[in-house]
């Protein structure tokens, strides 16, 4: 079979999925010949998506749990066969797919980067599996078919090396591409043995061999040994060769290799081509092909050119399938074998079935000798008409709007409307029989319409779509707050609520919980203010509302935390002893009443105290105590001393096997008294010199 272009073209993404589309029923096998294990390299930074469907060629089921894999990634089919999966972008880019029960399936695709390629697979049940000795060898041949393999005496070896199995199973599975020409692995593009490009292939039947131990480790050939192989003959030509060469797959670039020959035996159904290989993979009996060019048009209903359509060839008396891409002005040139005849259509990729489906009229071309020019166009069938725009965008009141619908199928010459019944256009839009809706909107509102195409022959097609149109430089309502400050029992306390977007004045309100008693917050200013009477944690929920048609609210969860006026140290102070500190240090730590601090994060207050002899010296603790439970979260020493250059950060944390640093050990917490002791408490940090240091006293804050 052949299945190529014939002149090179610039492929655009609406064709792409097209071309591709000739190559997606692709079976093929994996083995010691070309066949690539593992991960594979990193993905490409320019990839694509491969999205389609898994199915059985045997009665077109759904094959679930397959898997698909690419250099980029790995996936596994759904319940109904579907997948998705990133891939490098390439011309012909590799997929590999293996379901329980069929032959592994290696479809070659054309990936652009950021587009979908859509591909079908269609996987080939296993013909027969026997279990066959590794010392004595043995012969496995498929029931009611000339197939065979013999595999010699001592003739296989692990692919990935070790020990050898006593047994292993032997796969064998014909492909028929006489039956199904899309079912082929690598779309027959071949490389013969003496190098060079890469040529078209017509083929007499190929063949999948597969070996794997009980563990399903795969197995190849010994070095210098080789297997017998019978490929059942499967050709439309009325008179193949008494030799053909064969070909195996190399399922890593994705085209065939010429390796050995083969010789015609047999009669009637049951003749095959015999010979040995070297290899346990794919094999196909194949010639290069011998073709002509077949040159012509496509044209529309209203025979206008149709660019970027996809023409092929399918051999009548030979098995073949070519194909081309049309050029702007709607000409292509399309092979097939010299003196034979084919079939000449246009075809689609159905985004539904995952099927290549003919859209136009088929003709016969052939038998020629020479390059056929054909007088008339291909004409493309009309494909059912449907609206194709995803929806419409929304519009501002008083600004410009103007979107064009979109169809496709049916007879171009699309004519646009409301449908009957549907809803008037927006106040201020129009819609003109072209598609074009336009115009200023003059007044905010959502509206749901349904628009109708009506093609050059009277078919009709309609969608529902939501126009939404907004008042002018409205941005959504938010509060800004994201944490209350700290307040103080018997101490005045007064902080502003901000809110962002939103049009006009706006309310403030509690939606849920209540503030701590002696603080009230003013509706109309976002103002909470008051002197606090009782220490305490309170959850509050805060809402806000703008006066803006429609009106505008929102929430925003928070926490004001009031502390004790009096007790545990007063303003703070206390002292440290720092073992296995730098030197800078001088062994103790002694906090600077005038710059320690408390402050909330959601359930977290952060107690901060510090050491300060400026210019030249800095030692900073910070202790995380969590609000609900008063445990400890975190502890973290720092120094900075800008004469010796000695610095260093040394945290602990509570438990959390996350993150690889040490636990915070020996700290106690007193929070009615403003106490935090430290008892051999061990802070580390590898990147420090030195990598931990211990701390031993008590620090004091105000209550909290």
Sequence with gaps: MANFRV??????????????????????????????????????????????????????????????????GTTTTTADGKFSISAPAGDRTVVRVEGSGFAEAFPVVRVLTGQ????????????????????????????????????????????????LAGSVNVSLTPINPAEEPRVMPGGFNGISAG??????????????????????????????????????????????PATMPLWFFDDSAGVWREDGTATLQGTGANRFYEGPVTRITYWNADL???????????????????????????????????????????????????????????????????????????????????DINRPNCLVKQPGQLAITTAELPGGTVGLAYNQTLVASGG????????????????????????????????????????????????????????VAVATPNVQPLAITATALPIGTVGTAYNTTLAATGGTGSKSWSVSSGTLPTGLSLNVSTGVINGTPTTAGVSPVTLRVQDSGTPQQSAEQPLTLTIISSGGGGGTGGGQLTVSNAPASVGGTFVPDPTLHDIGVRGNIIDLNAFE?????????????????????????????????????FWPCLSQNPLIPLQVCRGVTVNRSAGTITFSNTVLTNSLSNPPSITLNGTVTFRPF
């Excluded at 000739?22 to 490409?44: D, Q, R, Y």
């Excluded at 049309?326 to 159905?350: C, I, Y």
């Design 411 to 466: 007879i171009p010459g699309y004519v646009w409307s409301l449908n009957t019944g549907s809803n008037p256009l927006p106040d201020g839009l129009s819609m003109n029989p072209s598609g074009v809706i336009s115009g200023t909107p003059t007044a905010a509102a959502t509206t749901t319409i349904t628009v109708k195409a009506t093609d050059s022959a009277g078919g009709t097609a309609a969608k529902e779509f939501t």
């Design 195 to 240: 190098g060079g490009s890469v040529q078209p292939l017509e083929s007499g039947g190929a063949m999948q061999v597969d070996v794997r131990d009980s563990a399903g480790a795969r197995y190849a050939l010994a070095p210098g040994t080789t297997a017998t192989i019978r490929i059942p003959l499967r050709t439309q030509a009325p008179n193949p």
């Design 288 to 370: 290069v092909l011998d073709s002509v060019v077949v040159n012509g048009c496509v044209k529309d209903a209203n025979g206008q050119p149709v660019a970027n359509a996809l023409v092929q060839t399918e051999g009548i008396d030979y098995t073949g399938v070519a194909y081309d891409s049309t050029a702007p002005d709607g000409t292509f040139s399309v092979a097939m074998r010299r003196n034979s005849r084919a079939k000449l259509g246009l075809f689609e990729f159905d985004r539904q079935t995952f099927n290549v489906v003919p859209v136009s009229n088929t003709v016969n071309v052939g038998p020629s000798a020479t």
């Design 7 to 72: 002149r090179d073209k610039q492929y655009q993404p609406a064709v792409a999925a097209a071309v591709l589309s000739v190559m997606v029923m692709l079976v093929s096998g994996c083995g010691s010949g070309g066949s690539s294990e593992g991960s594979g390299p990193s993905a490409s930074p320019a990839a694509g998506i491969v999205t389609g469907q898994v199915v059985s060629l045997a009665n077109n089921a759904p094959v679930s749990g397959a898997v698909v894999k690419t250099e980029a």
């Design 116 to 163: 979908t390629t859509n591909l079908g697979v269609k996987l080939v049940p296993i013909g027969v599996t026997e279990t066959v000795s590794v010392a004595a060898g043995g012969t496995v041949s498929v029931p009611n078919s000339p197939a065979r393999v013999t595999i010699p005496a001592n003739g296989l070896v692990p692919v990935a090396g070790g020990a």
């Design 612 to 648: 300060v002899d400026f210019p030249r010296h800095g030692e900073s603790l910070l202790v995380s105590v969590e609000l609900s439970s008063g445990q400890v979260s975190s502890v973290s020493f720092g120094l900075d001393d800008n004469v010796t250059g000695e610095e260093g």
